[in-house]
């Protein structure tokens, strides 16, 4: 899926190599156009976010974000 899909942590990797302070990952859990389970990206997102220097702020989907 490389040619037009980015897993979490190749997402993370081009957050930080632009030099992002915050990172708002979106597109997970509504589309099944990837190779990993619908799932699968937002609790990995999930696990990434706490461990990143990166602040990545997860919305669940149909939540909004005020901020």
């Avoid at 081009?14 to 799932?39: C, Q, R, V, W």
């Avoid at 699968?40 to 999930?46: A, G, N, Q």
């Amino acid at each position: 899926m490389k040619q037009s899909h980015m897993n979490p942590q190749e997402a993370l990797q081009g957050a930080e190599l632009l030099g992002a302070k915050e990172m708002i990952p979106y597109h997970y859990g509504t589309f099944n156009l990837s190779d990993e389970p619908i799932g699968e990206p937002h609790s990995w997102i999930s696990r990434l976010a706490k461990t990143s220097e990166l602040d990545i702020i997860i919305v669940d989907v149909g939540k909004i974000l005020c901020k």
